[in-house]
């Protein structure tokens, strides 16, 4: 879910239009004085002072209209890609370690689903706050930091052994590093890029699959063949290559800037950004239920071995490559985001009320896994975009994405535990906790809507 792509045209825009500005009260004003022209410069161009003498020297002036292209661009792209594969591509792999945990520990599914749902939590609501590393020229020393938050926590997590070391591993740990690394991270590919930025977006985004490949393919090959400690080590070291290769590719093009406020209570008199944030709570509150628990419905209700229901998550995240690209080109250039979204969550909604009816058939199954793969990863790309095409002052747009993170923030911690203790109290069906998920996935389609005609009106061909 990369946030910072739709602030920063704006943000060029605003850089461009201050320089107009200083040339024509160049025109009328008289010459500043010499001394005076070289403190005004120095007061301008200051960046806070580097640390650590191991990351490049941040810019100190605006450097022109992003260059659209070109082999130092496409490797920030790369390095996005990276960060996604190691942040939303363990989240949308968490399956592996709900039936994993469930057998090592002997702990009940909502329990287990704590220690994912607190990891998706920390990301999106330390993002809210380390978002402003970047405009503070923070962004290489957030990315390290960030990075060797995650590799140490999946480490720690090797040599876990009792459910609280897991807790604090994987969930606190990693969640604090993946929250620290994302947002800053992320800011850096999008001043690299303006008429090419969907395509560039969409390779960034698509590392979420990428990751949800890689990481349940390791277990499956590995844990039985050398146990859970070694499995998550070769997964740690992993993540340690790909991270060196994020700090080394990234190189931050925008100077350092002043942050806007942490919040605008005024957004929330506005009826069209509270049925926004409501409606995107609902979608979140269901929408990971199936990636936590189609690997243990595979193999405790549909007859797969414990290895081979590995390959239902596998499906579903490898669907969520094309499913977070093709989204972005509809909304680009033929619906608008918001107007995308909403047909979307409403498949979500239809394909989870759907589930119940495959039952425990492999084929169909397989199926469904394709289907949800695609349509879960559409409606998550929509997110951000969808808030940029409501808010009119783009200015505001970082603000209100804080916001709306805070509170989406509360519906992925809680929603997956719902759903476990919803299984638990049916002794162990799983047809309340899928209605439960669908309903949900629905209301947040309907409150999607209504945050559309609040905007426009009952006007359809408009885009949004």
Known sequence: MPVKFALQDHREERGATRQ?????????????????????????TSTPPRKWGIFPAPPTEESGPPPDGGVLAWLQVIAGHLMCFVTWG?????????STYEDMLQAESSTVSWIGTVQIFTLLLVGTISGRASDAG?????VLGGTILIVLGMFMTSLATEYYQLFLA???CIGLGMGILYIPGLSVPSSYFKARKPLAVAIIASGAGSGGLVYPAMVQQLLPRVGFGWTIRSMAFVTLFVSILINLLLRVRIPARRSGPLADLHAFKELPYIFFCVGFFLIYWAVYFAFYYIDLYGYKYASFTPLDSIDLLLVTNALGIPGRILPGFIAAHLLGPLNTAIPTAASVAIVLYCWPAVQHAHGPLYAWAVVYGLVASAIQSLFAVSLAALTEDLSQLGTRMG???SVVAFATLTGTPVAGAIIQASGRSYLGAQLWAASSMLLGAGALAVARVSKTGWVLKKQV
């Open 138 to 142: 923070l962004v290489h020393e957030a």
């Open 170 to 172: 994987q969930g606190i």
């Open 90 to 98: 363990r989240i949308t792999s968490f399956g592996i370690f709900q």
């Open 20 to 44: 107009d500005d200083t040339m024509m009260r160049g025109e009328i004003l008289e010459p500043q004085s010499g001394d005076n022209f070289d403190r005004i410069k120095k007061e301008n």
């Open 403 to 405: 916001m709306v993170f």
